[in-house]
């Protein structure tokens, strides 16, 4: 100990009568001593390959290992995957040991989720699935609509960081829950606001994995809808109801089809993905691109599956209390289809086309009342169930965290974010931390 205190000094008068020289002749760089390691060269080479149209995996691996080596590493991909089935641009990296010739690993990402990892073991080629890892966080979001709900997301400050895909998601989730209360394209006003919180699952790339709307407030000329997100038996299958615990629902889809699949020419800034209304013809003509899915709009029972004449391949659904609905034009019905067919709300029953009188791919839809036309968008549907008897204690207690969350939400103006505990997907810690002030 003490022998060391007196070097101390030593060293530094080398060093220093090293500057000195230096600085003199500008010959010698001054040696000042090892510096921490800063660069670890990595063990492992890799080289990736994302495919092109029509490449196969084994295309890839010719010439980087041999035949026989190629066709055991194809063996250990099948055990997960078919190797002529990867579509294009799946990416393929190949690890090399450092300055060796020899493939040691092959990972291929079959998907955001998934890759098929191939590991050179002592015995040959094994293979092993791997899941992207991905964090919980929820999104508390708000804003007053200019145009479009669409645009208003798009443009939200607090939804920067989120990929353009996963907005139009959101948009997609709450269209439909809400399709019920308001359509989001032809009743949103300049003024209207919104706001939500939505959980999610981010990939490490910042994508999301899946979503799940837990609370929502949507204020349609004046007028504020909610739902509320309510799976009393955790397994993904619950449902939103209003405040009162009734029912968002109705025995009805509002659209056949999704809305954002509904074509959407933009002509003076306003939106016309409808082509017809009822009156004009006693259906209701949505503009789409050919081979759209068509989904039935309520549980029943397929009585028609034919070309009829001018509304072409036309499907006609009986469903209870008398309600029928029409759907034509069809490019072609969905396989199994059939007269008899029992069908649920949802359940695609053909793609979109121009069969039949059509100047261009639509879906021409009617809803009869005991063989009358009513027009779908004006009349009164039948409501959905409320929360179950058994499960209103539950209700009270969840919906009470879930309206929590909501009005923590400033309404509109200067939007903030808060990124939940990755580590508490549950939505009552979340609400938990949320001060009366609001999430910060
Ligand atoms: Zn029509």
Not at 114 to 143: A, H, K, M, N
Not at 230 to 255: H, I, K, M, Q
Not at 272 to 290: E, F, K, M
Request: a negative charge.
């Amino acid at each position: 100990m003490e022998s060391r205190r007196a070097q101390q000094p030593l060293r530094l008068a080398a060093v220093a009568i090293a500057a000195v020289a230096c600085t003199a002749c500008a010959v010698e760089p001054p040696n000042v001593g090892r510096l921490g390691r800063l660069y670890v060269a990595p063990a492992e080479n890799v080289r990736i390959f994302s495919l092109g149209r029509g490449d196969t995996f084994g295309e890839v691996l010719d010439g980087l290992v041999s035949a026989n080596e190629q066709a055991a590493l194809l063996m250990a991909f099948q055990e997960h995957a078919a190797p002529r089935r990867l579509r294009a641009g799946t990416e393929i990296s190949l690890r090399f040991l450092k300055d060796q010739d020899d493939v040691r690993g092959v990972d291929v990402a079959l998907n955001p989720d998934t890759t098929v990892r191939l590991s050179r073991e002592p015995l040959g080629w094994v293979s092993s699935l791997i899941q992207t890892p991905v964090f919980v966080d929820t999104l508390y979001v708000s804003g007053e609509i200019e145009s479009f709900l669409w645009y208003a997301l798009h443009q939200n400050p607090t939804l920067t960081n989120v990929p353009a895909a996963d907005r139009a998601e959101l948009v997609h989730n709450l269209d439909q829950v809400f399709q019920w209360q308001v359509d989001f394209s032809r009743q949103i006003q300049v003024g209207d606001t919104y706001r939500f919180a939505f959980e999610r699952e981010v990939r490490p790339d910042g994508s999301m994995r899946s979503g799940q709307l837990l609370a929502a407030e949507l204020v349609n000329v004046g007028t504020a809808y909610h739902a509320i997100w309510f799976d009393p038996n955790g397994d993904g299958r619950g449902s939103y109801y209003d405040l009162e615990g009734e029912s968002v629902r109705r025995a009805f889809l509002l659209r056949p089809l999704e809305f954002r699949r509904i074509s959407s020419g933009f002509t003076n800034s306003r939106y016309h993905p409808i082509l017809n209304t009822w009156r004009s013809h006693r259906g209701v003509d949505y503009a789409a691109n050919a081979g759209t899915e068509i989904q039935a709009t309520a549980d029943g029972v397929v009585t028609e599956r034919r070309l009829d004449g001018s509304y072409g391949n036309t499907i006609l659904i009986r469903h209870p209390n008398g309600f029928q609905t029409r759907y034509a034009h069809m490019r072609a019905f969905r396989n199994g289809i059939v007269v008899g067919s029992r069908v649920h709300q949802g359940d695609v029953i053909g793609y979109v086309g121009m069969t039949g009188l059509a100047t261009g791919p639509h879906l021409h839809y009617e809803m009869l009342i005991n063989g009358r036309h009513v027009d779908p968008l004006s009349v009164d549907l039948p409501a959905g169930d409320p929360v179950p008897s058994d499960d209103r204690m539950r209700w009270i207690e969840e919906s009470g965290v879930r309206v929590a969350l909501l009005d923590g939400i400033p309404s509109a103006g200067p939007v903030r974010t808060l990124v939940a505990d990755a580590s508490a997907p549950d939505p009552a810690a979340a609400a938990g931390a949320t001060p009366t002030g609001g999430p910060q």
